[in-house]
């Protein structure tokens, strides 16, 4: 998962883009990197860590220009500890494309050998964004090849993108001299939205992963990018759009309801904060049928995504909702050495019992998703130490039993707590009394309801269903692989909401 921003201005955009990274933070905290371009020159500069440490006065200075883009990344694909594979991608042919990108593709490791054996273009690294972005400079240039550039001619070559490659893609990429371009996979996977600003200088357009970017840096929401759709902004503001897919269907992550966006987006006609809002009802239900209210004292959040349906599940059962845990903002990522000790110190450094909350109740724990256990099994023990009577945990989320191919770092399904074991073997597993989980099916229905003009979901995680079809056995073999060969990082979904999300306002 990562976040992107592209802008078109008649004025610098520099500490446009910074204040834009600063919005998608949550999106990704491994690396960040801004391009702008003056002219036809690029300057570029990105590195591993949070946009406020990337990013110093010097590094500023040294971004002219009135057109950029930006990147805030999580890793899913490649080498995560690697700043080369940190984005920008450059390359200088055909006309000198700059490029970002949001997403995984599925396909990534026969584009690299078909992009040597016929294209004759090198990939230096394991990043699919590097593939991603010689597919795409390949097609400009057989569409353009002795032709002026145009936005027909972008679109032409978009479309052969999209018959090359497999997966999810959010895209933002500059063409040195003619402006920027976006587009979004033919399934809509993964976000990307735009807006306009009147400026005195002239009309400013910018493309990115989240609404709440648009809205906190002043520029008014136009739309969401359409699957499969591509939109060309020309050098003076100018949006054109076509559609560049065969079969465009919209089918958003599901996990971005769940988990990654920020509540205050909207994403695809569909409010986050809503969303959550009514996964509460629908797990209240399951609440419900599962265990009498009357053995609840209490519900509590674990912060911070959880908070809406937490509220939402409190007021259908009749419960007060409290407060029962402190997050120290300030605790910085923590990548450990295999060993629970080490993650039990991690959990215990950003998490902290209110004991007030939970001496002597019976407390209904609300967590957005269960994908370890491991943290869970912590945070239950951390409940009970604080003198709870009876721990129970309910989940917003379905139980996460299938990994993840679409760009959210999701463990191997050998790491999942909740694959090929029961309800009651993972409640005995994190220690709880009861274990309430979402069903998968009233989960869709009631984010579905908040548009009717959702085909479905990519909800892979929950229901093991990929929906680009390409997705084989050797492909988890080859991410388990991947996975093994790296040091593990406490960070990942599961406890990412206590690091990624300090910077998701109020929920």
Avoid: W
């Avoid at 807006?195 to 929401?221: C, N, R, W």
């Avoid at 040091?487 to 990412?496: A, F, K, L, M, S």
């Amino acid at each position: 998962m990562c976040g992107i921003v592209g802008v078109i201005s008649k004025q610098p955009v520099n500490q446009l883009i910074y204040d834009a990274l600063l919005l998608l933070q949550h999106r990704g905290q491994d690396a960040a990197g801004i391009v702008t371009m003056l002219g036809t020159k690029c300057f570029m500069h990105k590195a591993r860590g949070m946009v406020k440490d990337v990013f110093r006065t010097r590094n500023m200075r040294a971004l002219p220009g009135t057109v950029g883009l930006g990147q805030v990344r999580y890793p899913t694909a490649g080498n995560a500890y690697s700043e080369e594979e940190a984005q920008p991608f450059y390359v200088n042919a055909p006309f000198g494309i700059v490029l970002v990108h949001n997403g995984n593709l599925t396909n990534a490791h026969a584009l690299k050998a078909e992009l040597f054996d016929i294209d004759r273009r090198h990939i230096n690294t394991e990043s699919d964004t590097e593939v991603l972005i010689n597919v795409l400079a390949h097609e400009l240039e057989r569409a353009g090849r002795d032709l002026a550039l145009t936005p027909d001619l972008v679109f032409k070559a978009v479309a052969a993108v999209h018959k090359r490659i497999k997966g999810s893609y959010a895209v933002v990429a500059l063409i040195a001299g003619y402006g920027l371009l976006a587009f979004r996979d033919p399934f809509g996977i993964r976000p990307l939205c735009f807006g306009t600003l009147d400026t005195p200088e002239g009309a400013e357009v910018m493309v990115a992963s989240e609404s709440v970017t648009l809205e906190g840096t002043g520029h008014k929401f136009v739309r969401d990018v359409a699957p499969g759709e591509a939109i060309f902004i020309d050098l003076d503001g100018r949006v054109h759009a076509q559609q560049c897919a065969e079969s465009p269907s919209l089918n958003p992550c599901m996990f971005e309801f769940v988990y990654l966006a920020r509540p205050d987006s909207v994403m695809d006609g569909i409010s986050v904060y809503q969303a959550r809002l009514n996964m509460g009802e629908t797990l209240a239900q399951r609440v419900i049928s599962t265990m009498p209210p009357s053995q609840i004292d209490v519900v509590i959040p674990i912060p911070e995504s959880s908070r809406p349906s937490a509220m939402q599940l409190a007021q259908k059962i009749g419960k007060p909702y409290r407060e029962g845990f402190v997050k120290n903002r300030y605790v910085g990522r923590t990548f450990i050495m295999p060993g629970q000790a080490v993650r039990k110190k991690s959990v215990r450094q950003k998490l902290n019992a209110i004991g007030m909350e939970f001496k002597g109740r019976n407390v209904l724990l609300v967590d957005d998703s269960i994908v370890r256990g491991t943290t869970s099994k912590e945070i239950v023990q951390m409940a009970r130490e604080a003198g709870a009577n009876k721990v129970y945990m309910a989940s917003a989320a379905p139980p996460v039993r299938f990994p993840n191919v679409y760009g959210i770092d999701m463990p191997t399904k050998e790491e999942l707590i909740a694959h090929n074991r029961s309800v009651e073997e993972i409640r005995q597993f994190i220690g709880a009394d009861a274990l309430i989980y979402q069903d998968v099916d009233a989960m869709k229905r009631v984010v579905a309801a908040l548009n009717r003009d959702l085909v479905g979901f990519e909800a892979s995680c929950f229901d093991g269903h990929y929906i680009t079809g390409d997705v084989s056995a050797a492909d988890f073999e080859a991410m388990k692989t991947q996975r093994a060969s790296q040091p593990e990082d406490e960070d990942g979904p599961e406890r990412g909401r206590l690091a990624l999300q300090s910077n998701q306002g109020g929920a």
